[in-house]
């Protein structure tokens, strides 16, 4: 029966076990692994451990697996350690084998699964198109002797109603999603209501929710809508049987609520309304959205200005005499542009970093289109993957592969009809490598990057020394020139 299965103890996954241990399959399977996505509240109203038991394949009614379990958070747990898993079998549990048989809800005292302790047990059997195809455990410590207040009455018995519709087989819902990790719990503040939406009970932190709300009414006995608490989505709930999840904002104040019906049969006999005060969690979402937005529509409007600055320099080299004059304005151009290009990039993308590999490519083109004479082709690769960097690391460097490119463009190929120019990026855990490296007819003799003093490897050597804190090497191969750039780049710093 086993087919090849894996040890006990290295199948803890619920597909896994379903899969190795039991028959459960199709939407009966898919009915158990909703319920175990939807039934935290129904643990925290039961003060209780619950666990979601299914027959072991072949052996149903005699032994059991243990598929799931959840913790109450409002009160003590009986099994601080995994149970999911664990094998129960019916000397151990008879009362498992005897809901199994028939179908009935079982209470009664009996030992805990992993100690010695004594627990009080209650079996429901989780019915599915008036199959059973489950068992819940709820297993807690009895009080003894001490008389339960008011919440823990009422919560016990909205419990006892979850507990008769999982029998029914109308808990879990058809249609609910898995219980987000934000949704309210029963300890947020919790609302049990009549079918009309008349507030049965409302717990402290409940009323103190309202409170915030700016609902001061004394709650019990009257209609949400009549206190101030009118929630679409909690009316359709009791209206149409299934469960809602809104929030509502009211003084400044966000309440996520999530109403889940209580059914008899098909009728609506109630509900439990979950509130959490979500106001700062929302606040800074929308904080978070809205300085993420300002930050691109910033590098927006900076590309924009720079683009501007460009064409104004082309405007007047248009107007210039001098060829000298005209050069110096083209490059000051080009190098506005390849600044540009950063902040274009950084404006499409949340957040301070960019993909440099993304920045070459636009770069290539804004040295390409400076290539005016028709005798020449220079053809461009790029190779590798810079990775991120953050803007302030990628706009010097964006300059700088500009200016080794132009220089290639520029010095390498003079009297001659074409030529290659490659740029490989290298990143490494701490350091990002560029090489620039053209076909062309090498350095001038005597030429040595310290002594170098035109304007372009001045530019270089100050932002990759100066700035960047990183090195240059330049030489001659012998078959052109070869220009490696090194810079410390730590790991971009991820914000939340
Ligand atoms: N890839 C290369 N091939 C051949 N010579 C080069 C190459 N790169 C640089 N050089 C030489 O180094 C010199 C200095 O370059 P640098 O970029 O500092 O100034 P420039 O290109 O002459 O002027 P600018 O960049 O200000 O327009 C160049 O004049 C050229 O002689
Ligand atoms: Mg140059």
Request: net charge negative; glycine share 8%; charged share 30%.
């Amino acid at each position: 029966m086993d087919r090849g299965a894996p040890t006990l103890d290295a199948v803890t996954t619920f597909g896994d076990l379903v899969r190795w241990r039991t028959s459960l399959s199709g939407a009966a399977l898919a009915h158990v692994r909703r319920l175990a996505g939807t039934w935290r509240p129904l643990a925290d109203l039961s003060f209780s451990d619950l666990l979601l038991l299914a027959p072991v394949e072949g052996e149903e009614g005699h032994r059991f697996v243990v598929l799931a379990q959840v913790r109450p958070t409002t009160g003590q747990t009986v099994y601080p350690v995994d149970m999911v898993g664990t094998v129960v079998d019916e000397v151990e549990r008879p009362m498992l084998t005897r809901v199994w048989r028939l179908g009935e809800m079982v209470e009664t005292d009996t030992q805990a699964l992993s100690a010695k302790e004594r627990v009080r047990v209650q079996v429901i059997p989780v019915t599915y198109r008036e199959r059973l195809v489950a068992l819940v455990t709820r297993e807690y410590l009895p009080n003894v002797g001490r008389r339960p207040g008011e919440l823990e009455r009422t919560y016990l018995d909205v419990f006892q109603r979850f507990a008769r519709m999982v029998a029914a087989g109308t808990f879990p819902f058809e249609r609910d999603e898995e219980e987000l990790e934000t949704a309210p719990r029963v300890g947020d503040g919790a609302i049990v209501v009549d079918a009309d939406t008349r507030v049965r009970f409302a717990s402290p932190n409940a009323v103190s929710a309202l409170h915030r709300m700016g609902i001061h009414a004394y709650a019990q006995g009257m209609k949400l809508a009549e206190i101030g608490f009118d929630s679409a989505s909690v009316r359709a709930s009791l209206r149409d049987g299934s469960p809602s999840m809104e929030d509502i904002d009211r003084n400044d104040v966000t309440l996520m609520v999530r109403a889940i019906p209580l059914l008899d049969g098909d009728a609506v006999t109630g509900g439990i309304v979950l509130v959490r005060d979500v106001t700062d969690l929302r606040r800074r979402d929308r904080m978070l959205m809205s300085k993420d937005a300002t930050i691109r529509e910033i590098h927006h409007r900076v590309k924009n200005n720079l683009q501007t600055i460009a064409s104004l320099l082309r405007l007047q080299r248009r107007r210039v005499d001098n060829a000298e004059a005209r050069d110096a304005l083209a490059e000051s151009e080009r190098r506005i542009r390849s600044i540009a290009i950063v902040h274009e990039t950084l404006s499409r993308d949340a957040g301070d970093v960019v993909d440099f590999t993304e920045i070459v490519r636009p770069l290539v083109r804004v040295v390409e289109e400076s290539v005016s004479s028709d005798d020449l082709s220079i053809h461009f690769t790029v190779e590798g993957d810079a990775g991120e960097l953050p803007g302030e690391v990628a706009t010097p460097l964006a300059v700088v592969v500009n200016e080794l490119m132009q220089n290639a463009v520029d010095h390498a190929f003079e009297g001659r009809d074409t030529g290659q120019v490659h740029v490989r990026l290298v990143r490494e855990p701490d350091q990002l490598v560029i090489e620039v490296r053209d076909n062309g007819n090498g350095l001038p003799e005597h030429f040595t990057l310290e002594d170098a003093t035109g304007l372009g490897l001045s530019i270089v050597k100050a932002l990759v020394s100066g700035e960047l804190g990183g090195t240059i090497e330049m030489r001659a191969t012998g078959e052109g020139t070869e220009v490696h750039v090194r810079v410390p780049v730590v790991q971009p710093r991820v914000d939340v």
